[in-house]
């Protein structure tokens, strides 16, 4: 296994990473968008209107998605697993 194979085995973990975690930081990012434009308009600036819905939408897009990430980080883990007497030679 030279260099090229452990930046490729690098590349794909951190493209996995993103793949798994962008759908939910980016719902957070909305709803945070949402709230503070509310609370500009309405001069509202509780701490917690901010951070409730943000949980909610979290957890809504963990449940979800949760099979779907699951099953991508368990194939990932699996080729992993596979990779390892390729390694060992």
């Known amino acids: ?36 434009i509310l609370q500009a308009t309405t001069s509202i600036q509780e701490q917690t209107l901010t ?7 979290i957890l809504i897009m963990l449940a979800f998605l949760g099979a779907w990430m699951f099953s991508s980080l368990r194939g990932y883990t699996i080729n992993l697993f596979e990779m390892i007497p390729a390694v060992s030679r």
């Open 1 to 36: 296994m030279g260099l090229t194979d452990v930046v490729n085995l690098l590349q794909r973990g951190v493209q996995e990473i993103l793949l798994l975690v962008s759908p939910i930081v980016l719902s957070a990012l909305a709803v945070g968008l949402v709230v503070s």
């Open 51 to 57: 951070f409730v819905p943000k949980l909610f939408v």
